[in-house]
């Protein structure tokens, strides 16, 4: 990656200005490709640095879990901060790292993923008899029928749609030429009180008809 590549969304993570995490600023600047006097030799040593960085980052957490206390934990996911969106970012990021260096891991990822959230919940609760399902598959969304999917749509039947449609189909609306997301969000806007209205009046009638059957 050159520094002219940097893509709009690592504004964040990759400002020179911010503390050392588990990448020191000089690994930063090493990978972004802002600096790119390294010998051969000291590219490899800097990528075995990195490496062992990671790989204790790693096992940090286990301390970091068992230890660090709750206060401090929600301090470090705070919602309200100013850079919330590049926190998402980086945490999708760091499952997406984690999804892609475990395969062929001798413990699935889905395993750790289930025992993780267990542990978790464990941990809310204060009880070792909390138990919980999760459930994570991967299944790759396929070709659709574009007809099908545009009948139901002006037919309204939008309980049919498949969530396997509607992400291919948004994908396959953003490819358009024509597609214009300043104008999308201007639309949808117009019409957010309508539907927001329409939902909660939906939810009523729906409460008092649970009411008149369950005198």
Known sequence: MSPD???ERLSVAADQDRPRGVLTPSDREFLLGRKTDYTDHSKKQKRNRIRRRVRNAILDFSILFECLEERDRNTVF??????REAYTEGIIDM???LHLGTMGYYTPFKDMLAEGVGKGEQRLAGSDYRMVTVDFNVDPVGEIDVDAVLEKLEEEAFAE???EELRAFVRLLTMSDEFCPTDTRESIMENVEEYVRQVTESAERRRRAAEELTR
């Open 78 to 83: 705070d919602p309200n901060d100013a850079e």
């Open 5 to 7: 590549d940097v893509p």
């Open 161 to 163: 749609l498949t969530e």
């Open 95 to 97: 499952l997406a790292f």
